[in-house]
């Protein structure tokens, strides 16, 4: 009789059998009429299922001997790979689906621009050469080549950066009399680190890079459970992925939740 979403905790509470076992302390004198054993047993379950609804992944990492915070997969700048800490943490994960069949789990993978875009926009200019380098095969072919089938080689990423970096900036550099590229007034500076730095700083966010990311690292979760974990395909869901969602510190995760069948 209270008014708690009581289904989740439940299942969670069962063991393998279906049964669910609490331990409830008493304390007082049963010859105090005031005594109430329904009382305090209705107190402490009330207290149990209050604890499980609000933090179920705690009360699943407490059955793993775990404090790590199982409700978040934690993943570096750009990468959708999971690291060793985080495997750990899904495994316990799938200990939990499996010892609850009824208990079902749901990933929404998130990106961050501030973090992870700066590692995505080296791949975005890398892709805006190959763009130019498929034009230029393209211009004198019938055939027309789209450009994630073009090999990039590293001089002719070189000789694209340098053409599009003095055409925009003509300020900051030009070509020598022997057609090396070079930095106006310091002429013995890394021209190809400071114009892959300058051009990779005027990329706008790419939305749809950023939300693709969030989608693999959705999939990377749910890869894991699946073929390694061995949690059945129809038992994770992924939910719409996320860019830039509300957070409590700046680690870069994607949210996990339960639900029950």
């Given amino acids: 009789a209270v008014s708690l979403p009581l289904e989740l905790a439940v299942t969670l509470l069962k063991d393998s059998d279906g049964k669910i ?3 409830v302390p008493l304390t007082g004198s049963l010859e105090d009429p005031k005594f109430s054993i329904s009382g305090i047993i209705g107190d402490a379950l009330f207290n149990v299922l209050s604890k499980i609804i609000t933090s179920p992944f ?26 060793v800490e985080q495997i750990k943490k899904l495994d316990d994960i799938a200990k939990a689906l499996k010892d609850h069949p009824a208990l079902n789990i749901e990933i929404k ?9 700066p590692v995505l926009r080296d791949e ?11 034009g230029e095969i393209n211009k004198d072919n019938d055939k027309k080549v789209r450009s994630e089938y073009v090999y990039l080689s590293a001089d002719d990423y070189n000789r694209l950066l340098a053409d599009v970096f003095i055409e925009q900036y003509p300020k900051f550099a030009k070509k020598s009399f022997f057609g090396k590229p070079i930095l106006i007034g310091n002429e013995e500076g890394d021209f190809y680190a400071f ?8 990329l706008v966010p790419d939305l749809k890079r950023l939300k693709d990311l969030a989608t693999d690292r959705a999939g990377a979760i749910a890869k894991h459970l699946a073929q390694k974990a ?20 700046k680690d870069i995760t994607s949210q996990l939740s339960l639900k029950t069948n």
């Fill in 109 to 117: 993978g998130a990106a961050f621009q501030e973090q992870d875009w």
């Fill in 58 to 83: 705690k009360f699943i990492a407490g059955l793993a001997n775990s404090d790590a915070d199982l409700s978040v997969i934690n993943f570096t700048a750009g990468a959708d790979v999971l690291s």
């Fill in 21 to 23: 076992k609490i331990d």
């Fill in 230 to 249: 061995g949690i059945p395909n129809e038992r994770i869901f992924i939910l719409d992925t996320v860019v830039d969602p509300e957070r409590t510190s």
């Fill in 124 to 134: 975005a200019l890398h892709d805006q050469l190959q763009r130019l380098k498929a």
């Fill in 195 to 202: 114009a892959k730095k300058k051009m990779a700083e005027t």
